[in-house]
């Protein structure tokens, strides 16, 4: 296995933030090490307003890292999440 490091986002629901190690370590088992720009609760957004969220946090934190990945969960589910909450 050749180790390879990529800038990551991981789009994700906050009552998901302690399965993300589960799955960096799941990736690091397969030689990937990744750089995470997510926002969870170690880095929080307080910010209140969905269009400041979207293009002056969430965006570029997504155009840096380059890949994003999307944790989806039982979790995920229950939030009723639609394509309304991404800056694509």
């Known amino acids: 296995m050749v180790n390879e490091t990529k800038n ?20 690091a088992n397969h ?25 002056q946090i969430l965006a570029p934190q997504i155009q840096w890292a380059g890949t994003l990945l999307v944790y989806i969960s039982p979790q995920t589910k229950k939030m009723g999440l639609t394509s309304a909450h991404y800056p694509m």
Request: aromatic residues 4%.
């Open 8 to 27: 990551v986002f991981i789009s994700h629901v906050h009552e998901d933030d302690s399965g993300l190690g589960k799955l960096k370590d799941l990736l």
């Open 31 to 55: 030689g990937m090490t990744i750089r995470d720009s997510s926002i969870n609760s170690d880095r929080p957004n307080n910010a209140t307003s969905p269009g400041y969220i979207k293009s």
